[in-house]
């Protein structure tokens, strides 16, 4: 058995439906009887559906929200906070304010927006949260900010990528819920869930090389370049099926696959069960 696994939610654990399955929720029950340790690693804060599938899979395990920018326990206990500074997120409001776009702003415990949008009203329904509306410069003045976040349609993130901020980092993903929406997140340099998997590695006092990471965008790459064992869902974009192992489409449950290797894993077949699982991915991803 590895000794943890890390699971994204939009596009891993949640489908189109934005709901876990019933197939998945017996899988991961089953999984705690049998001793796997299991947290989420994903863009969302750390409330709403998030926050429930958290308590589900890892009720006493620190979890990986906001990109990294945050680690913490399920009941909102902190474990790592990193934040950015005010005159990088003064830079990104006003740029938002200029260009009419939405931007997110989330601090540990909120998130705020100036005004609401369809777009955002639809992520934050999909989040299982309500964003508070409020002028966004007074929020960085008294509040530590995370994270800021672009929602916007697929297609146009190019245009806030081309915003050159010192000393932040930027991850664009997508959510089955929301399709023809990219959500363009900036956290503070450094800060990935790469870098928040090698946190929790130490934390559960293992290495990466015993961690399995099961992604289905660019935005999972840091985790996936860090991890043992990366696994990728087939609905993932052709950049990450070409480099990784793939499981079946997030609508197939592909989650269940993910759980019986880590629970079956054999240290004396790791190269046999690694090389027979890129093989046979790569043969039915292109059935």
């Known amino acids: 058995m590895l000794d943890l696994v890390l699971l994204d939610v939009d596009g891993t654990l949640v489908g189109s439906s934005g709901f876990v399955m019933d197939c998945v929720w017996q899988a991961t029950d089953k999984a705690l009887e049998q001793g796997l340790t299991m947290s989420v690693c994903t863009g969302r804060p750390g409330s709403g559906i998030a926050q429930k599938i958290a308590e589900r899979i890892g009720p006493k395990n620190p979890h990986i929200f906001q990109n990294g920018a945050i680690i913490s326990y399920p009941n909102g206990d902190p474990f790592k906070v990193y934040g950015l500074k005010e005159a990088q997120s003064s830079q990104f409001i006003n740029f938002a304010r200029e260009n009419n776009l939405s931007l997110e702003v989330y601090t540990p415990h909120e998130l705020y927006v100036e005004k609401h949008s369809d777009l955002t009203e639809k992520h934050h329904r999909v989040l299982g949260i309500n964003a508070i509306v409020r002028d966004l410069e007074e929020v960085i003045e008294n509040e530590p900010v995370v994270r800021v976040q672009w929602v916007i349609p697929s297609g146009a993130h190019n245009k806030v990528l081309s915003l050159e901020v010192d000393g932040v980092d930027y991850n664009s993903a997508t959510s089955p819920p929301m ?109």
């Not at 363009?184 to 590695?201: F, P, Q, R």
């Not at 935005?219 to 052709?238: F, I, Q, T, W, Y």
């Open 179 to 287: 399709p023809g929406v990219t959500f363009v997140s900036i956290t503070k340099a450094g800060v990935s869930k790469g870098s928040a998997l090698l946190e929790l590695a130490k934390y559960f006092e293992t290495t990466p090389d015993r961690v399995m990471a099961v992604g289905d965008s660019t935005g999972d790459e840091p985790m996936l370049k860090e991890a043992g064992h990366p696994r990728v869902m087939e609905n993932s974009p052709e950049v990450l099926l070409d480099n990784y192992p793939v499981l079946p489409h997030v609508e197939n449950c592909g989650i269940v696959t993910a759980i019986s290797e880590a629970l079956t894993f054999d240290d004396t077949t790791e190269n046999t069960t690694e090389n027979t699982t890129d093989d046979t991915s790569k043969a039915d991803t292109k059935d």
